[in-house]
């Protein structure tokens, strides 16, 4: 079974930044496309950002220039760096990993204060 490790969030002021990881051990995690999901209260879960096995990333439109995403596929880890952080981009942050199957995170917390 497929088990992610989050960590990284927390609670930042606007105009702050994080870096959230997610790690995936004992998977062959250069084949699956990877990315992250977020889900603000009251609204539903929408895709940030995600890259596939070949490195092309996209973005929500709302995070793009401020966001970033990586992954290290010697490490089994993707990370979502946040910068120029607002109170909208508050939220429960999964990552998830896909081929056939989709598998996720058991989601942090991002909470930006104005």
């Known amino acids: 079974q497929v088990q992610l490790v989050e960590s990284g969030g927390g609670l930042v002021q606007a105009g702050g930044s994080l870096r959230l990881s997610c790690a995936a051990p004992g998977i062959l995690f250069n084949t699956y496309d990877v990315g992250w999901h977020r889900q603000a209260p009251g609204k539903q879960r929408e895709l940030v950002a995600q890259?596939?096995?070949?490195?092309?990333?996209n973005y929500v439109e709302s995070v793009k220039g401020r966001f970033t995403i990586s992954r290290d596929n010697a490490k089994n880890t993707v990370y979502l760096q946040m910068d120029s952080l607002r109170p909208e981009d508050t939220g429960l942050y999964y990552c998830?990993?896909?081929?056939?199957?989709?598998?996720w995170g058991q989601g942090t917390q991002v909470t930006v204060s104005s």
């Open positions: 890259i596939t096995t070949s490195g092309i990333s």
């Open positions: 998830y990993l896909r081929r056939v199957h989709s598998y």
